[in-house]
């Protein structure tokens, strides 16, 4: 993506280590230019192979203008961020007032509201107070259709604590609505595809 963002010349070699041993040089090229802000999200999520965990493919210091934003979970990355002598802040569960923030702007979007009662419901629902989590669950109430029967499924969602519970509610709604039985196995076929794939699917 910097390549492409910003024209570079440079090739991208097709072996780690030489990747590894490349990447302070677009860093350094993106300097040159306008600058970069990389944003790395769910670092303890990366595949532990190759100490991928020990942040070794991640520069120890940056250019001024090349800025850093990551987030991970306790454990060896942290250890490693902390060792590094970086910046770094906690995130703290949502407060009720951002939840119900989040609530009424996220669905204000798509001209969508809920009712005192469905506010309540989400607000006061511990689980909600996990960004990731909230926001599945607003967009399953974006999308549902039945205006006599959004209370009961927000019920529904709210059953599951966890984000991963919740997602595997929005799969099973990504097969009642695209699945029939012409198409049957198509979403669990395309999910199989974007996990193993290193760039995405195109359409």
């Not at 940056?62 to 002598?85: H, M, W, Y």
């Not at 703290?92 to 979007?109: G, R, W």
Request: proline residues 5%.
């Amino acid at each position: 993506e910097i390549k492409l963002f910003y024209g570079l010349s440079l090739e991208i070699p097709s072996e780690l280590p030489e990747i590894i041993e490349k990447f302070p040089d677009f860093l350094t090229e993106a300097s040159q230019r306008d600058g970069l802000v990389l944003v790395l999200d769910a670092l303890n999520q990366l595949d532990p192979v190759n100490n991928s965990h020990q942040l070794s493919w991640l520069p120890r210091r940056f250019l001024p203008n090349i800025k850093i934003v990551a987030s991970t979970l306790s454990g060896k990355c942290q250890q490693e961020v902390i060792s590094r002598k970086w910046r770094t802040m906690k995130i703290m569960p949502l407060s009720l007032q951002e939840i119900e923030t989040l609530i009424v702007e996220y669905l204000s979007m798509y001209g969508k509201t809920v009712t005192k009662e469905q506010l309540s419901m989400i607000m006061h629902s511990p689980q909600c107070k996990n960004p990731l989590y909230l926001r599945t669950l607003l967009e399953e109430i974006r999308v549902f259709g039945v205006y006599e029967q959004v209370t009961d499924r927000i019920s529904y969602l709210l059953s599951t604590e966890t984000p991963p519970e919740i997602f595997g509610l929005m799969f099973e709604r990504l097969v009642e609505d695209y699945e029939s039985i012409k198409t049957r196995g198509m979403v669990s076929r395309l999910l199989s595809l974007l996990y193993i794939s290193r760039k995405g699917l195109s359409e």
